[in-house]
């Protein structure tokens, strides 16, 4: 099992909508849990983190966690078609290994 | 600015030739990681150091890649006989804490 599974892509949400990511992890040791945004062409960039169960809101973003059930979500309120890219789940795994696996990515398009 | 510099930002190279990458960071960081990522994908981790020692090395990694952070500042990734498969973005990154990472731009590889 991966350590990190993405809601598969891709995901096309009209302008103005909520964009809803998801992602479930197999490490139940997870303390912490990281979003990246990575447009076309660039290098990934962190967005949101979050450590507790429940929300988590930044601007348009809200991170969830559900440890129980093992699953992060981000949400995008009001989506902008600057939100376009490939949205990166990351557990870093219990312990002291620094090794991250990354998914694939789920790719975002929101439509003018 | 993600506090990484890389260079070259774009390498062409033929098959068989041997190229080097190198990561500066703009203020000491104790911990600097090299990743792979090939289109589609998401980033796979390469390496890790704590200072000039080589923590981690991901088993994926072929004996033709080699990485060194001498003096513990800047450092190198040297791929010898390259392959048509080693044609990627080769990122370099920092962290506060295990997840938070903090990439370069990224030097392209392509492979002829």
């Known amino acids: 099992q991966k350590e990190v599974e993405q809601n598969s892509g891709p995901l096309s949400v009209p302008e103005g909508a909520i964009a809803s990511l998801n992602c479930t992890y197999s490490?139940?040791?997870?303390?912490?849990f990281f979003w990246y945004r990575q447009y076309s062409g660039k290098s990934p960039e962190l967005i949101m983190f979050?450590?507790?169960?429940g929300d988590k809101e930044d601007g348009r973003f809200t991170a969830q966690l559900n440890k129980a059930s093992q699953y992060v979500s981000l949400l995008i309120r009001d989506s902008q078609p600057s939100d376009s890219a490939t949205y990166l789940c990351v557990a870093p795994p219990s312990g002291s290994a620094r090794q991250l696996t990354f998914g694939s990515g789920t790719q975002l398009t929101v439509l003018p | 600015d993600t506090g990484v510099s890389q260079d070259p930002r774009h390498k062409i190279t033929k098959r068989g030739q041997n190229v080097t990458f190198r990561c500066d960071p703009i203020?000491?960081?104790?911990?600097l990681y090299w990743y792979r990522q090939t289109l589609g994908q998401g980033p796979e981790f390469l390496t890790y150091f704590q200072n000039e020692a080589q923590l981690e090395k991901s088993r994926l990694l072929s004996d033709r890649f080699s990485a060194e952070r001498p003096k513990g500042s800047f450092s190198t990734l040297e791929i010898q006989r390259t392959e048509q498969g080693d044609s990627a973005m080769y990122l370099c990154a920092w962290d506060r804490v295990p997840g938070e990472l903090f990439f370069g731009e990224g030097s392209r590889l392509t492979v002829l």
């Open positions: 979050i450590y507790s169960n």
């Open positions: 490490d139940r040791g997870s303390q912490s």
């Open positions: 203020s000491e960081h104790n911990r």
